[in-house]
């Protein structure tokens, strides 16, 4: 990663041993064996990047150290094509409405979910289908990897230290998706965000790990919508209660999509369902979990046991996105609450 971390190009199996427990024994890395950064493997890096190794991509909190070019991928496993995804993916993160510090420092077990749509998916082959959250592929694993070491190793989000996350996540391993266009009934996510066809994206949100949404009964649109709302208005995560602050992803899988679709329901009126029935009354959440964390809308009369809570201030701040394969199962994912994800188009190199 750094300069000082550069190790010979050449390494035996007893120098690739020792350097895994220097590096493990100066908390560089994530507690999984590394890709020794060489400066062979930098500079190759680095090219695929398509800029100075000086340049500076983005000032990562707590620390708030510089990401340049050279010390942001090497030892997760990326290979030099990923580079570009991973530089976007850093650059949305430091985003100020993304809030990167809050995310980084909470204890709040949230993770920076990266998800990627457009036609380098394809290019590097990336995993939107079956277990598209899960192990087995190597772009998704190594980005989500590498965007986890720069926030641990540039922004010194140490647990316990600069990370105060209680009991921690797995998604601050590797949190990387695609998504599967294929499978998708509407439009892509970038063009319903405003990008191009032709456009490769990164979003970035500070996602929890996925609640699954079980609904192996329901055939109708709307009857699924209203299993993925009562599992959205469950009590305790974090945009329970801080409405207005940030937004939350809904990843419906392929089956339960296109069952909605097929009853003529659009995504924005998938948005819209959802923000009407993803709530709970001010009553069931009084004095509990996030209440009132945040000022609310005027329209939610705090005094008023029987008003409706929404978990997002518009249905705009419900994303819709299409991943997975077969299956009769979607899932939820809250964020840290008063966090803004953020999208960018990935430049071509």
């Known amino acids: 990663m750094f300069n000082e ?40 890096m680095i090219a695929g990047a398509g800029g100075a190794a000086s340049e500076v991509i983005g000032i990562i909190p707590p620390r708030w150290a510089e990401a340049t070019l050279e010390n942001i991928a090497v030892m ?4 030099p094509a990923h580079m570009p995804v991973l530089v976007t993916a850093i650059a949305a993160a430091c985003d100020p ?8 420092a909470t204890t709040h077990p949230c993770g920076v979910l990266v998800i990627v749509t457009g036609p380098l998916t394809e290019a590097l082959g990336m995993n939107g289908g079956y277990g598209a959250f899960g192990p087995g592929n190597r772009a998704n ?13 540039v922004g010194g989000a140490l647990p316990g230290q600069g990370d105060q996350a209680t009991q921690g996540s797995p998604c601050k ?3 990387c998706i695609a998504e599967n266009e294929a499978a998708t009934p509407w439009e892509p996510l970038r063009i319903a965000l405003g990008f191009r066809r032709e456009d490769s994206t990164v979003t970035v949100f500070s996602g929890e790990a996925p609640h699954n949404v079980n609904d192996h009964v329901c ?30 992803l809904v990843v419906l899988g392929p089956e339960h999509s296109r069952h909605i679709a097929d009853d003529g329901i659009s995504r924005r009126d ?80």
């Not at 199996?13 to 895994?20: E, P």
């Open 97 to 104: 409405a993304f809030g990167l510090y809050s995310v980084q």
């Open 270 to 349: 998938v948005q819209e369902f959802l923000f009407r029935h993803a709530r709970n009354t001010v009553g069931k959440i009084r004095h509990k979990a996030m209440w009132n964390m945040n000022a609310w809308p005027d329209w939610i009369d705090t005094d008023d046991d029987d008003a409706e809570v929404p978990i997002v201030e518009k249905p705009e701040d419900i994303t819709i996105l299409v991943a997975g394969g077969a299956g009769k199962h979607s899932c939820f994912i809250p964020t840290f609450g008063i966090s803004r994800s953020i999208t960018r188009r990935i430049d071509p190199v």
């Open 76 to 79: 997760a496993g990326c290979l």
């Open 141 to 153: 694993a190594t980005i989500g990897r590498a965007l986890r070491l720069v926030l641990i190793n």
């Open 5 to 44: 971390k550069l190790v010979s190009e050449r390494l035996n199996l007893r120098d690739f041993d020792d350097v895994q427990e220097a590096f493990l024994a100066r908390a560089w890395t994530d507690g999984l064996p590394i890709i020794p950064p060489t400066e062979m493997k930098v500079r190759e």
């Open 219 to 248: 055939s109708s649109g709307e009857n699924i919508l209203l299993t993925v709302a009562d599992t959205m208005a469950t009590i305790g995560h974090n945009n329970s209660g801080a409405i207005g602050a940030g937004d939350v």
């Open 173 to 175: 391993f590797t949190y």
